[in-house]
C-alpha cells in the first residue's frame, strides 16, 4: 500500500498579489523587488532547484515583515511552508501557515491570500494524516472561490486534495471524478505542473484498483511532459508509480532502474518522503529478486527515515492542536469576560431601572400636562395657517414652476465636468488604445488601471464611457471580450481548442461568466456559436 499522495504544491505567481498591469505601473522600489523575488522563484521551483527557491521565500518574507507589506509577507512564508513540507517536516510548515492565517485574519478583505494559505495547509493536513481535516479545509477553499472569484490553479489543487484524501479513508466514489477534474484544468491552463501531478495521481489509483497496465500508462504520460524531462518531484513520483506498475506485470529490471533513479533525485533535492517509499518499493521488489541482502539494506534505509518523518509528523499534529487550543482558549476567555461584563452591567441596569422607572412617571406627568396646553395652541395656528395658505398659493406656485426650470438647467450645466473638445480626445483616446493594445485580455483588469493607461482619471473615464459609450466599465470591456472569443470560435485553427481555455484566452476569469455573457450578447452558447461557423 503506498504511503504518501503525491500532492502538487501549488505556487503562486506574482499576479495573485499584484492585480493585472499594476505590476507594470508599480512605482515603488519594494513592489518591485518583492515581484522580482515571486518570479525567480517560481522559476526556481519549476527546474526543481528547491536550495535556491528557500532562499528567495525568506528575502520575500524579510522584505514584506520590513515593509509591514502582508501579502508578500504571506506568499514568502506559504513558500517558505511548501519547502519544509516538500521534505517531510511538516511542523516547521504548520507553524508558518497557520501563523500567516493569523496575517490574514487581521486583514480580512485579503481574501485571496487566506485561499492560498488555506490550500496549501490542507496539503500539509494529508501528509502527517489528518484527512478529514484536510478534506474540510479543501471544501472551505472550494465555496471561497465560489464566493469570490475563480482561479484554476488553486481549484485544481483542490481537487486533487479531495481525491487524495478521500481515497485515503476509503471514499473512492469520487477519486477518479476529481484527479480527472484536476488533469482537465491543468492542461486548459497548459501548467505540466498539475497536470504531471493528476496522471501520477491517476496511476496510483489505477495500482490500487490492480489496473497495471492502465496505471503504467498513466504514469509514462505524465513522464512523456516537458516539465517531468527534469529531475523534479514530480518525475520522481511518476518513476516511482511507473515502477511498481512495471513491477507488476513482471517488468522486474525496469522496476528497480526507475526505483533507483527515483531514489537519487530525491537524495539530490532531499525529498525525503519521496526518498522513504522507493527504498520500501525497493526492499520489496529486490526480494522478489531473491536478493535478500541488497532488500535488507533497502529496508534499513526506509526504516531510518520514516522513522525520523514519523516523530516530524507527530509534532506537526502536536503543533497543530496546540493551536487549536490556544485558539479555544482565547476564545473561552473572551466569553468569560463577556459573561462577567454582563452580570456588572445587570446590576447597574437593576439601579437604573430604578431611577429611571421614576424619572419616568415625573416626566408622563409633565408631558400630560404639555399636551393639553399645546392642544389649544395648535388649534389656533392651523386657523391661521389656512388663511396664509389661501393668501400665497397662486404666488408660491408660479414661483415654483421657475424653480424646477432653473434646476434642469443648473443640472444639466453641472452634469458633465468635462468641455466637449476634452470629452471627445478621451473618447478617441480610448479607443484608440482599446483596439491597438486589447486592455481587455487580461482578465485582472480594472476601471482604475484602464484610466491609468490611457492618462486620465477614473471619474472621467467612467464619465466617456456612460455619455460617448452608453455603457459602464464591466460592460464596456465584456462587449470586446466576446468579440474577441467569437473570433476565435469562427477561427478553423481553434476548431479544437476547449471552450475554458478560449475563455481565459479572452480576458474571462471563469468558464461559467464567458457562456452566460456569451448566450446574452450572442443568443448562442459558444459551442453552438462555434458549430455555426465550423460544423
Known amino acids: ?40 522563484l517560481q522559476t526556481a521551483y519549476a527546474n526543481g532547484d528547491y536550495e535556491q527557491h528557500k532562499l528567495l521565500s525568506d528575502s520575500l518574507v524579510l522584505l514584506g515583515k520590513t515593509n509591514q507589506n502582508t501579502k508578500f509577507q504571506v506568499l514568502g512564508m506559504v513558500n517558505q511552508a511548501i519547502y519544509f513540507n516538500n521534505r517531510a517536516q511538516q511542523d516547521k510548515a504548520i507553524r508558518l501557515y497557520r501563523n500567516a492565517l493569523e496575517l490574514c485574519d487581521a486583514s480580512p478583505e485579503d481574501y485571496r491570500s487566506k485561499i492560498i494559505v488555506l490550500v496549501n495547509l490542507g496539503n500539509v493536513y494529508n501528509a502527517i494524516g489528518s484527512h478529514n481535516k484536510a478534506i474540510n479545509v479543501m471544501e472551505t477553499v472550494l465555496s471561497l472561490l465560489d ?54 495521481s491517476i496511476s496510483e489509483l489505477y495500482f490500487k484498483e490492480k489496473k497495471f497496465k492502465k496505471a ?3 504514469a509514462l504520460d505524465g ?50 518522503q519521496i526518498e522513504a517509499e522507493t527504498y520500501l518499493h525497493l526492499s520489496e521488489v529486490l526480494k522478489a529478486t531473491g536478493n535478500l ?39 473561552i476567555k473572551d466569553k468569560d469576560r463577556a459573561i462577567f461584563d454582563l452580570a456588572q452591567n445587570e446590576s447597574k441596569f437593576k439601579k437604573f431601572s430604578l431611577i429611571f422607572g421614576g424619572c419616568l412617571v415625573l416626566l408622563s406627568s409633565l408631558l400630560l400636562f404639555y399636551r393639553i396646553k399645546t392642544k389649544k395652541q395648535n388649534t389656533l395656528l392651523r386657523e391661521q395657517f389656512l388663511v396664509l395658505q389661501k393668501e400665497t398659493e397662486e404666488p408660491l406656485d408660479a414661483q415654483q414652476k421657475s424653480s424646477k426650470t432653473d434646476a434642469k438647467q443648473k443640472a444639466s450645466y453641472k452634469s458633465s465636468s468635462i468641455n466637449e473638445e476634452d470629452f471627445e480626445a478621451y473618447k478617441a483616446r480610448l479607443t484608440t488604445h482599446i483596439k491597438t493594445n486589447r486592455p481587455y485580455l487580461d482578465s485582472e483588469l480594472s476601471q482604475k488601471d484602464l484610466a491609468e493607461q490611457i492618462n486620465i482619471s477614473s471619474h472621467h473615464l467612467s464619465e466617456v464611457l456612460n455619455k ?18 467569437q473570433e476565435m470560435l469562427k477561427n478553423k485553427k481553434h476548431k479544437e481548442t476547449k471552450l475554458i481555455a478560449i475563455a481565459f484566452d479572452s480576458g474571462f476569469k471563469s468558464k461559467t461568466t464567458f457562456n452566460r455573457l456569451f448566450k446574452n450578447y450572442t443568443g448562442l452558447t459558444p459551442s453552438e456559436y462555434r458549430n455555426k461557423f465550423l460544423g
Not at 2 to 27: A, C, H, M, W
Not at 300 to 319: C, F, G, H, P, R
Open 147 to 200: 464566493e469570490y472569484e475563480d482561479n484554476p490553479k488553486i481549484r485544481a489543487s483542490a481537487y486533487n486534495g479531495l481525491a487524495t484524501n478521500y481515497q485515503k479513508i476509503g471514499q473512492l466514489d469520487k477519486v477518479l471524478e476529481y484527479h480527472t477534474k484536476t488533469k482537465e484544468l491543468g492542461l486548459a491552463i497548459n501548467n505540466e505542473i498539475i497536470v504531471a501531478t493528476a496522471f501520477n
Open 468 to 485: 460617448g459609450f452608453n455603457q459602464n466599465f464591466y460592460n464596456f470591456i465584456n462587449s470586446y471580450r466576446i468579440l474577441a472569443a
Open 216 to 218: 503504467k500508462l498513466a
Open 293 to 331: 541482502e541488497a532488500s535488507s539494506k533497502a529496508k534499513e534505509s526506509y526504516l531510518q527515515i520514516q522513522n525520523e518523518i514519523l516523530a516530524t509528523q507527530q509534532d506537526a499534529i502536536k503543533v497543530d492542536l496546540q493551536k487549536d487550543l490556544s485558539d479555544k482558549n482565547a476564545i
Open 1 to 40: 500500500m503506498r504511503l504518501s499522495p503525491n500532492l502538487f504544491i501549488l505556487l503562486f505567481l506574482g499576479q495573485l498579489f499584484i492585480y493585472g498591469q499594476e505590476v507594470d505601473t508599480l512605482k515603488s522600489n519594494i513592489d518591485q523587488k518583492a515581484n522580482s523575488y515571486l518570479k525567480k
Open 223 to 272: 513522464l512523456n511532459l516537458k516539465h517531468t524531462a527534469a529531475p523534479t518531484k514530480e518525475r520522481a513520483w511518476l518513476l516511482t508509480s511507473l515502477a511498481l506498475a512495471k513491477w507488476k506485470l513482471g517488468e522486474i529490471e525496469a522496476a528497480i532502474t526507475f526505483l533507483e533513479e527515483a531514489t537519487k533525485i530525491a537524495q539530490t533535492k532531499k525529498l525525503n
